[in-house]
């Protein structure tokens, strides 16, 4: 279980780094991340990610 | 059994790593564009594409019948309102196509200026086909999209305008 754990975290962390940078591109240069991916879902996506986090890491 | 898990922790943690990167790479490679032009051949029967988003409003134009190889879409009402990615600055576009009228309408195709104003041309029909271009000095382009307009100021119920699926935008620096 505290490899799964690790595995979500890591995946958490990389994905929100990720949006971070995508978000930067999109501010920089409109329209060239939206194109292809939608930050919004993007960003639901990453709240659920965290909270499933939270559940399994009690 | 301690190495195991920090292998498959380590696996997992770089193959985050590489997913991330390959997205990231993949969205700035489809950013830059180095060629002289871009050309888009229009698919009306998707009206949203990641490049071309348009015609739109949709209920003004219906997909009927096909002429050779190509179907024609009705206009019903105007106007309708394209946008056209644009990844860089160019210079010139140049927008050709087919266009059946069942009598000589008054058809212009616009493009959105900086100054909130549209350029307008009104297109010159031989044989069923139009060529224009359009100067994009001083075009709008807003989250690098050109707005392009198609007006028809004296459709009437009566009209029918069928455009053909066969346009084609060249964009040129």
């Given at each position: 279980m505290k490899i799964f754990i690790t595995i979500v975290k890591d995946f958490f962390k990389t994905a929100l780094i990720v949006w971070l940078l995508l978000v930067f591109f999109e501010l920089v240069n409109p329209g060239m991340v939206q194109r292809f991916v939608n930050l919004e879902i993007y960003l639901y996506f990453l709240v659920l990610v965290y909270i499933f986090n939270k559940i399994i890491d009690r | 059994m301690m190495i195991n898990k920090s292998i498959i922790i380590q696996f997992f943690r770089y193959l985050w790593i590489a997913l991330g990167l390959a997205l990231i790479l993949f969205v700035v490679s489809q950013s830059l564009y180095t060629k002289r032009s871009l050309e888009y051949n229009l698919?009306?029967?998707?009206?949203?594409?990641k490049d071309i988003r348009g015609?739109?409003?949709?209920?003004r134009i219906r997909g009927s019948s096909s002429v050779g190889v190509n179907n024609t879409f009705n206009i019903i009402g105007e106007p309708l309102y394209m946008k056209v990615y644009t990844p860089i600055n160019f210079e010139v576009m140049d927008i050709s196509g087919g266009i059946l009228s069942s009598k000589e309408e008054d058809i212009r195709i616009g493009l959105k200026q900086d100054d909130g104003s549209c350029d307008f041309k009104k297109l010159e029909i031989i044989d069923n086909n139009f060529n224009t271009s359009f100067a994009l000095e001083d075009a709008q382009v807003r989250n690098n999209q050109l707005e392009v307009i198609l007006s028809m100021p004296s459709i009437t119920s009566s009209s029918s305008v069928r455009l053909v699926d066969n346009w084609k935008i060249v964009l040129s620096r």
């Open positions: - | 698919n009306f029967s998707e009206t949203n594409t015609w739109y409003p949709e209920q």
